[in-house]
């Protein structure tokens, strides 16, 4: 089946550095991807949609600049933190989809803890 | 906007019981109705997805019952293990393959 790998799985980085995470589809071609933004003990927020070679389009009150999205080819997605403060951890999930299959791969998600 | 309501919040039962959880939906374009299940630190995966167009569909042990009249949706987890200990998040997508619109979740435990 479809395989999102996500990495890196735990970060943890002082305020004011960047942080960079990378989603993976290994088995097949994405050409959108989502990335999600998950609270302890809460569900997943959208935060952004990629689609590849084009710009993300970010929801509401997520600041692009902030919460750098690339997707550059059809295999990988990646999110960057910048300028990271403390409200900023938090756990990261992306998804993707494919043309072909109805349905979403989640990766694993990555711990983000900004000290 | 909450667009997908999710209940309960949480949910304790026996071993081989049954739980229900429960979604609403107000979008009426949304045609594609899937549950995933995630575990502490995990991404979610996904149990089992329905369309608007059966009542009902089954795997395994899960089983999605689909009101489209009622614009509501259910989860049944049969004889139930604690395995299935995790948290069941309700989602909707308007002309699947858009993004999804999830609901805020159910912590299910399954006592032994």
């Known amino acids: 089946g479809a395989v999102v790998s996500q990495h890196p799985s735990r970060v943890i980085c002082k305020s004011g550095t960047s942080v960079k995470i990378e989603c993976r589809s290994l088995?097949?071609?994405?050409?959108?991807m989502f990335w999600y933004r998950q609270f302890p003990k809460q569900s997943l927020m959208l935060m952004a949609t990629s689609n590849e070679g084009s710009k993300a389009t970010y929801e509401q009150g997520v600041e692009k600049d902030k919460f750098l999205i690339n997707h550059a080819s059809l295999t990988l997605s990646t999110l960057t933190v910048t300028s990271a403060h403390p409200e900023d951890s938090s756990f990261y999930i992306c998804?993707?989809?494919?043309?072909?299959?109805?349905?979403?791969?989640f990766g694993s998600g990555t711990r983000l803890t900004v000290v | 906007q909450q667009q997908v309501k999710q209940s309960p919040q949480s949910l304790i039962v026996q071993k081989g019981g049954i739980p229900i959880i429960n979604c609403a939906y107000e979008n009426t374009a949304f045609d594609y109705f899937p549950w995933y299940q995630q575990f502490p630190g995990k991404g979610p995966a996904l149990l089992i997805a329905?369309?608007?167009?059966?009542s009902e569909k089954k795997e395994g042990r899960f089983t999605i019952s689909f009101n489209k009249s009622a614009k509501q949706f259910s989860l049944h987890i049969m004889d139930s293990q604690p395995g299935d200990s995790a948290t069941y998040f309700c989602a909707a997508s308007r002309n699947a393959g858009n993004m999804l619109t999830f609901g805020g979740g159910t912590r299910l435990m399954v006592k032994p």
């Open positions: 998804s993707a989809r494919t043309t072909g299959i109805i349905g979403y791969t």
């Open positions: 088995d097949f071609q994405a050409t959108t």
């Open positions: 329905i369309r608007p167009d059966v």
